[in-house]
């Protein structure tokens, strides 16, 4: 039921990279294995380690598999925005976006597709159930679960994994949303997406998921990501105050 319902949706995988050259040869066979009749798109800012090099090297195998490198490194939510935009163009029914470090699993992809059968957002949660996280320390634990209960008291958004970055995307969710007036990057571009979506009135559900950290290859956080998302969820409130309806 899963397979068919994957094969029938014309269905892109977006995984935007920046030095994953440890990790996208894994990523790649795991997708195409796990779902074979995917497209895949890597966005590459233009990594230094060879991670588009490494992709142009593989596509001869999967001819599903797509490469758009930008010029300069521009943030995590930059480089979704333009897959989505790339995604549209091409009319994609169902997107799907996924880090590259393979903490997200493929495998969860046509179990989540297949709850868009009667939703248009579906988010892998690492905390629907309790709490899903794996290789964390305690500190980035702490962190993540905090700012998802903080986003959550803010916005008013009924969602306990705000800032995940595993979704799948009906089409119409991104074509009603004002992909130009998105500002954010990081956490901040997770949770100001779901907000977007949910402020239009779009039905979001949770899928659990069990999140494994990197293990090799570095990690994107930063103290500025952080304090982006601080201030981006209480702007998201004002938003909801005043009906601001973009």
């Known amino acids: 039921m899963n397979l068919c319902k994957f094969v029938i949706m014309k269905t892109l995988i977006i995984s935007p990279t920046y030095n994953e050259s440890k990790n996208i040869s894994t990523l790649v066979e795991t997708v195409f294995s796990r779902n074979p009749s995917a497209h895949l798109l890597i966005v590459d800012d233009s990594s230094p380690d060879g991670t ?60 989540m597709i297949d709850l868009l059968k009667e939703n248009d957002l579906v988010i892998g949660s690492r905390y629907i159930n309790g709490v899903s996280v794996i290789n964390w320390p305690l500190k980035r634990l702490f962190l993540s679960f905090g700012a998802n209960i903080y986003s959550r008291v803010v916005t008013g958004m009924p969602i306990k994994d705000a800032t995940g970055g595993f979704k799948v995307w009906s089409a119409k969710v991104l074509k009603a949303i004002s992909l130009e007036d998105v500002r954010s990057s990081g956490y901040s571009f997770q949770i100001e997406m779901n907000f977007r979506s949910w402020h239009k009135g779009y039905k979001l559900v949770e899928h659990p998921i069990i999140f494994i950290d990197r ?28 009906r601001i309806n973009k």
């Open 215 to 242: 293990t090799v290859g570095e990690s994107k956080m930063s103290k500025s990501i952080m304090f982006e998302a601080v201030w981006m969820v209480w702007r998201l409130r004002l938003w909801r105050i005043f």
């Open 52 to 111: 588009a090099e490494i992709v142009k090297n593989l596509q001869s195998n999967y001819p599903n598999l797509f490469l758009e490198i930008r010029k300069v490194k521009n943030g995590l939510g930059r480089a979704y925005l333009y897959g989505f935009k790339w995604a549209l163009e091409r009319k994609y029914e169902v997107i799907v976006q996924m880090d590259a470090d393979m903490s997200h699993h493929p495998k969860e992809i046509p179990p």
